[in-house]
């Protein structure tokens, strides 16, 4: 399959393009913490600890990004290929001065039907530039984080799906993530020994998914991953699950899976820790097995005169391993999410995320008191101008705590962000129709579900401390 990445570029120089342009500017204004000049004095008096500030602070963000899009006209295949460069300015920043960060994407996606039973696609991703300043929040307490530096981010993937009779349906997708930070990090290493300045990611997933009746689907799915990351870390997870699909009524389904997470520490600092013990120190690690499951519910509840009301809610349960704090252990995920359209050019929705820590046992050592519980809320509001205008606003908000297991949970850190957004693009945009029902085709999930949903553009990478829940590093992701 991986042959099929050449096979990009011959679709390329062969195919009939058409070419789009874009535009998207956003300004946002709140509170959010970032540091500035905040070095732990050499002088400290006996018994005085040192404590970073981490409340929040107003601050302005501008953002505006343009961009550059080909896209193959032929409709027996897909080809997308699209280049954006991103410039984020933001008053006060850690840096005391109007620095302007400058983050370079590109993506390239490939979906060509071979025959009427077999799909390939291939996709492909890079960022290059400087991070975000709101990748200085903090998670290991009173840790002086380095200046953002300059990252580079490549992926590639490659999968297929085979319709092998009127009942089942197989597909697998293959991903290779390489990320690393550039230019000298020694004296970003010493002040932050718990961050991984590179890391490299390959995932293998797979799934049969067997059409039982119009209403169920059985879907069997098996994940394999390995990380590795600085420090000696690296891990390897193989996570198997069996999944149900069912339609409760015409425009609501249910979805449940469980299963288990295999975790092996295969490098020479070990995070997997048989014994659940959560320590910061390096004891010896090993594997061990974890369960893992999730339930989701996803359904269109109202659908009258041209508005149309859908929701999903989800909770799952999974066993990460967290390298940078150099911890495992369950881990609890909640998402909830609803939205209203308005024909034909409103929609107004509700996202929350909730996820935690769920060890009996707290961190000790130099991670002792890290958050490991993230709650992230956000409004938005958009509206459709015109075919080629859409202009958003809204509020996003999040905060951080320690797990929620620990003797004192306090939410802190806390980011609140009014923003305005504006993108113009010569892509028409169609403007909204209320759906009538959900997927017939009780086997659209599973690996391909997932890629062909989802945003082909990379998230770049914002931190040079990737951090617990906030960026978690699970031992299995449970498919959404």
């Known amino acids: 399959m991986l042959g099929l990445v050449p096979l990009a570029g011959l679709l390329f120089l062969s195919g009939e393009f058409g070419a789009f342009a874009g535009l998207s500017a956003e300004g946002r204004v709140g509170q959010a913490p970032f540091q500035r000049n905040q070095v732990p004095p050499t002088n400290l008096p006996p018994g005085q600890e040192f404590h970073l500030d981490t409340d929040p602070h107003w601050t302005v963000v501008g953002v505006l990004a343009p961009m550059g899009e080909l ?61 975000d300043y709101q990748s200085l929040t903090q998670i290991i307490p009173n840790t002086v ?66 059409r039982v009746s119009r209403r169920d689907s059985l879907l069997l799915t098996l994940g394999l991953s390995d990380r590795t990351l600085d420090h000696g870390i690296e891990v390897l997870a193989v996570t ?37 013990a959560a320590t910061g120190t390096t004891p010896q690690g090993g594997s061990l097995v974890r369960p893992v499951g999730s339930v989701e519910l996803n359904g269109l509840f109202l659908t009258r005169r041209g508005v149309s009301w859908r929701g999903m809610t989800s909770a799952a349960l999974d066993y990460y391993v967290d390298p940078f704090l150099r911890v495992a252990g369950p881990r609890g995920i909640g998402v909830v999410r609803t939205q209203v359209l308005l024909e034909p050019d409103w929609t107004i929705g509700l996202e929350g995320t909730f996820a935690t820590s769920l060890r009996k046992s707290p961190i000790v050592g130099p991670a ?64 909204w129709q209320a759906p009538v029902e959900m997927s017939t085709d009780a086997r659209d999930e599973g690996v391909f579900a997932r890629v062909e949903t989802s945003d082909a553009r990379p998230e770049p990478v914002e931190t040079t401390q990737p951090t617990g829940t906030v960026n978690p590093s699970p031992a299995s992701e449970t498919p959404q």
């Open 71 to 131: 896209q193959d006209q032929n409709p027996a295949r897909q080809v997308l290929l699209d280049y954006s460069p991103r410039l984020l300015w933001r008053r006060p920043n850690a840096f005391g001065a109007s620095k302007t960060l400058v983050l370079h994407t590109a993506t390239l996606s490939v979906t060509l039907d071979a025959t009427p039973n077999l799909r390939f696609i291939e996709r492909a991703a890079a960022s290059y530039g400087e991070a």
């Open 145 to 210: 984080l380095p200046p953002v530096l300059k990252i580079f981010a490549v992926s590639a993937g490659t999968g297929l799906r085979w319709d092998a009779d009127r009942v089942w349906r197989y597909e697998t997708m293959l991903d290779v993530e390489r990320r690393k930070t550039l230019g000298n990090t020694m004296m970003a290493e010493m002040q932050n020994p718990f961050g991984s300045f590179s890391q490299t990611n390959v995932r293998l997933d797979a799934s049969g998914i067997a």
């Open 240 to 276: 198997p699950q069996v999944g149900w699909r069912t339609r409760l009524a015409r425009s609501t389904e249910l979805r449940l899976s469980g299963g288990f997470s295999y975790a092996e520490d295969r490098g020479r600092t070990p995070v997997v820790l048989p014994g659940g």
């Open 368 to 431: 002792a008191n890290s958050d490991e519980t993230l709650v992230d809320v956000a409004l938005p509001v958009r509206h459709l101008v015109s075919h080629s205008l859409i202009v958003e606003t809204g509020l996003r908000c999040s905060a951080l705590a320690p797990r929620v297991r620990a003797d004192k949970v306090t939410f802190h850190q806390r980011q609140t962000w009014f923003y305005v957004s504006l993108t113009a693009t010569t892509r028409p945009v169609e403007r």
